[in-house]
């Protein structure tokens, strides 16, 4: 069946850069997507989402961008502290189906101090 | 206000055995899903209450899986018997709406390995 994917498994940054941590997605008729974030020791936690109808959208240090038409999702965290090292899983829904998220694979994010 | 629970929070057990894992979600939730991620793998749906009842049971592996949900309150996950391949990290969560994904509360999952 189709399923989200993601380019790198882990990212290693300095403390103080940009990162961007990507994602592929194969379902077409995909109209939601969330991005969460896994601390060791805990469950995903909600960071950003955003609809099919949108490109962009900004939170709290965190931008996520959608082009639909290569299928691509990123995650960009400016100023990378160290509490952001974690595992970011991307998700995709199919709001018109069973509302079930289909996850990727998990990007581990490291960052150096 | 208590996050969704899981315990325990590490099994090991020889192939064979059985075990039981259980969810306890956030109070007045009536949804509640189990999840499994594989080592390295992506996170995998496994099945979905709605209250008592299972609204969608279409990611279970296979019948050596049985969820429970009694009384619409806590969940239980029972492997019996347990392979090699079922190791991974069990995770529930749940929410109070059937579409708020975004509002999908994940406990802190159950680390199981089967020797």
């Known amino acids: 069946g189709e399923s989200v994917g993601l380019h790198l498994p882990t990212l290693s940054v300095q403390e103080g850069d940009n990162s961007i941590i990507n994602c592929a997605y194969s379902?077409?008729?995909?109209?939601?997507f969330i991005w969460y974030k896994q601390e060791s020791g805990k469950g995903p936690q909600f960071i950003i989402d955003i609809r099919s109808n949108m490109d962009k959208r900004q939170g709290q240090r965190v931008t996520v961008l959608l082009n639909k038409t290569v299928k691509h999702l990123s995650l960009q965290i400016a100023a990378t502290q160290p509490g952001d090292s974690a595992v970011y899983f991307c998700?995709?829904?199919?709001?018109?189906?069973?509302?079930?998220?289909?996850f990727g694979r998990g990007t581990s994010l490291i960052v150096h101090p | 206000e208590a996050g969704v629970t899981q315990f325990p929070s590490h099994s090991v057990i020889e192939k064979g055995q059985t075990v039981t894992l259980r969810c306890d979600p956030i109070s007045g939730h009536d949804n509640l899903y189990w999840y499994r991620r594989v080592m390295g793998k992506e996170i995998k749906f496994l099945l979905h209450f709605v209250k008592e009842s299972k609204q969608d049971e279409s990611g279970m592996p296979n019948n050596r899986f049985l969820a429970e949900r009694t009384g619409g309150t806590y969940s239980t996950l029972k492997v019996q018997p347990a392979e090699l391949e079922d190791s991974g990290v069990y995770f529930c969560a749940s929410s109070q709406r059937i579409n708020s994904y975004n509002e999908q509360f994940f406990g802190p999952g159950t680390r199981l390995t089967v020797l």
């Open positions: 379902n077409s008729a995909s109209d939601y």
């Open positions: 998700a995709e829904i199919l709001s018109g189906g069973s509302y079930i998220p289909t």
